[in-house]
């Protein structure tokens, strides 16, 4: 009798050990089939109210980003309304940036070489390659997180995988954050037809 009933408590322990378990996977599994998305449609487009913080100034920007998986593409800016219209092409995985008309110099966040312009760039590309670290319940959507070499990346996703906020840190300090507004996939022939439109 007694070998039954430790039996029984063994069995309903590793039931509920099982049962926390996929829990968890199915936070990982989110952000991975996040990912396959973004993979399949070849990158995606949105706004973002972003704020960035490059030591010496502090940056309230509205952007208007369309990126694929690398992080590459256009990047424009919607205001503030001094700099509103200035469209940055973010190239070579982030390492690079030209403007069309003008050179603006934002700045870069501290202990990268991004300009803030760049760091959106940067959140599409750890979405699409970076490891992700941890995924779990946050409200009622998930937050994923992802290093990306000196990196982290925590991403807000809702109910229905949509990202809803995302924040750049480095060593632990949050040098950018973003709200993401209408956010919709974008296909690769898009981004390549919108790319040779940029000369």
């Known amino acids: 009798m007694r070998r039954r009933f430790c039996f029984a408590v063994l069995m309903t322990t590793l ?3 099982c049962a926390c378990g996929g829990r968890g996977n199915d936070h990982l599994q989110a952000a991975m089939d996040y990912r396959t998305a973004l993979l399949g449609h070849g990158g995606c487009a949105f706004e973002l109210e972003a704020r960035a913080d490059t030591g010496d100034l502090l940056w309230e920007l509205s ?7 690398a992080g590459e593409g256009t990047v424009t800016i919607l205001a503030p309304e001094s700099i509103a219209g200035i469209r940055a092409v973010v190239e070579n995985g982030g390492a690079s940036l030209r403007y069309e008309d003008l050179a603006l110099g934002l700045g870069t ?6 300009s803030p312009a760049e760091a959106p760039g940067r959140l599409v590309r750890a979405w699409a390659r970076a490891w992700i670290a941890s995924a779990g319940v946050e409200g009622e959507g998930v937050l994923a997180c ?9 991403t807000w996703f809702d109910a229905a995988n949509t990202p809803l906020r995302a924040e750049l840190a480095v060593d632990g300090r949050v040098y ?10 974008k296909a690769e022939s898009n981004y390549e037809t919108a790319e040779k439109d940029l000369g």
């Open 176 to 185: 950018f954050t973003g709200e993401i507004k209408n956010f919709t996939w």
């Open 63 to 69: 952007l208007a980003c369309a990126l694929n998986p």
């Open 109 to 114: 966040l501290p202990g990268t070489e991004l």
């Open 15 to 17: 039931c509920l050990l």
């Open 146 to 154: 992802y290093e990306d070499g000196d990196l982290a990346v925590r």
